[in-house]
C-alpha cells in the first residue's frame, strides 16, 4: 500500500468514527430529551402507555449488538479522554447533564443545568447527584495537574439545596500533592451568583501502580487496542 493510499485509509476510518461520534451525541441528545420530558409529562395515562410501547419498539434493534463489561465502545479512546458514554460529561449518555468542563489556568470549570431527572427534594437535586458532579470535577482537576489517580475518600458539605433548571457553575482546584496522593477542593455555585457556595467537596486521589492497572483494566485496555488495530 503506497502513502497516499495509507492516508486515504486513515482519513476514511477518521471520518467514519467522526460520523458515529456525531450519530452517538445526536442519540444522546434524543435520549435526554426523552427523559426530561418523560419525568415532567402529566400526559394521560393511555398516551403514557402508547408512549411506552413505541419506546420498547425504537430500543429492540439498539439491543441486537451490544458491549459486554470489558469491551470498551468503539468509538471511545480511553487513552485520549474520550469517553461517550461517561454518566457526568459523555455526549452519548442518557443520564449525563452533560457537564461541560475545562481549564482556566489552574482552576477547572465546569458547567451544566440539572433538569427535573435529577429532582431530589422538589425543586432541588437530588444530594448524591451533587456528589458525583464533584468527583467528576475533582478527579478531572487531578488528571489537569498531571497528578491522575482513582477517588479513594470524597468529603461533601451540603451547605444549600442545589436548584433545579439553573445553570449552575462547578470549580476545583488541586491542593496537596503527595507522591501518588493528591487532594482536590471544590465546589457547587449557581452562574449566577458564584460567590455562593452550595456544596463543597474535598477528594482524595490516588494513582494507580503499573501492576494496579494491568489488574483493574488490563482486559478493557487490552480490547480497545485489538479493536483499534483492526
Do not use: W
Amino acid at each position: 500500500m503506497t502513502d497516499s493510499e495509507n492516508g486515504r485509509r486513515l482519513h476514511a476510518v477518521d471520518d467514519a468514527l467522526l460520523r458515529r461520534r456525531e450519530a452517538i451525541s445526536d442519540l444522546g441528545d434524543a435520549l435526554r430529551l426523552l427523559i426530561e420530558h418523560a419525568t415532567a409529562t402529566e400526559a394521560p395515562t393511555e398516551e403514557l402507555r402508547r408512549a411506552a410501547e413505541r419506546i420498547r419498539q425504537a430500543a429492540a434493534p439498539l439491543g441486537e449488538r451490544a458491549r459486554g463489561r470489558h469491551e470498551p465502545p468503539s468509538a471511545d479512546d480511553m487513552r485520549a479522554g474520550v469517553r461517550l458514554y461517561n454518566p457526568v460529561t459523555g455526549a452519548g449518555s442518557a443520564f449525563a447533564p452533560p457537564l461541560e468542563i475545562h481549564q482556566e489556568g489552574e482552576i477547572t470549570v465546569g458547567a451544566c443545568t440539572l433538569g427535573l431527572a435529577f429532582e431530589g427534594p422538589p425543586s432541588y437535586a437530588h444530594g448524591g447527584v451533587s456528589a458525583m458532579l464533584l468527583d467528576q470535577m475533582l478527579g478531572y482537576a487531578a488528571g489537569a495537574s498531571g497528578n491522575p489517580g482513582m477517588t479513594v475518600r470524597l468529603d461533601t458539605g451540603y451547605r444549600k439545596p442545589v436548584p433545579l433548571l439553573t445553570p449552575l457553575r462547578l470549580t476545583a482546584e488541586v491542593v496537596d500533592v503527595d507522591g501518588r496522593r493528591v487532594t482536590v477542593a471544590g465546589s457547587i455555585a449557581t452562574a449566577a451568583e458564584p460567590g455562593e457556595i452550595l456544596v463543597a467537596a474535598t477528594g482524595v486521589f490516588v494513582g494507580l501502580r503499573a501492576e494496579q492497572a494491568r489488574r483493574l483494566f488490563g482486559a478493557v485496555i487490552g480490547r480497545g487496542e485489538e479493536s483499534r488495530a483492526g
